[in-house]
């Protein structure tokens, strides 16, 4: 049961991080002039807070 627990622990934390690094590349990318318009990003801002949320009602 703890390898489970442990395992959608991992998956959670990867989840986090690859929509964090997408968004700080992202916006990176845009402030540089690489990119005109980032598209779809209220979702990805509406996801990581839900994220956020989560994380912080775990503590």
């Known amino acids: 049961m703890w ?3 442990l395992h959608f ?3 959670i934390l ?3 991080t690859f929509f964090g690094v ?3 590349s992202k ?3 845009k402030r540089n002039g690489y990119v ?3 598209e779809g990003k209220k979702i990805f801002d ?3 807070g839900v ?3 989560l994380f912080l009602l775990s503590y």
Do not use: N, R
Request: charged share 20%; aromatic share 12%.
């Open 3 to 5: 390898l489970l627990k």
């Open 51 to 53: 994220f956020d949320h």
């Open 27 to 29: 916006d990176v990318l």
């Open 14 to 16: 990867c989840l986090i």
């Open 36 to 38: 005109d318009e980032i």
């Open 9 to 11: 622990a991992f998956s």
């Open 46 to 48: 509406i996801i990581l």
């Open 22 to 24: 997408m968004m700080f």
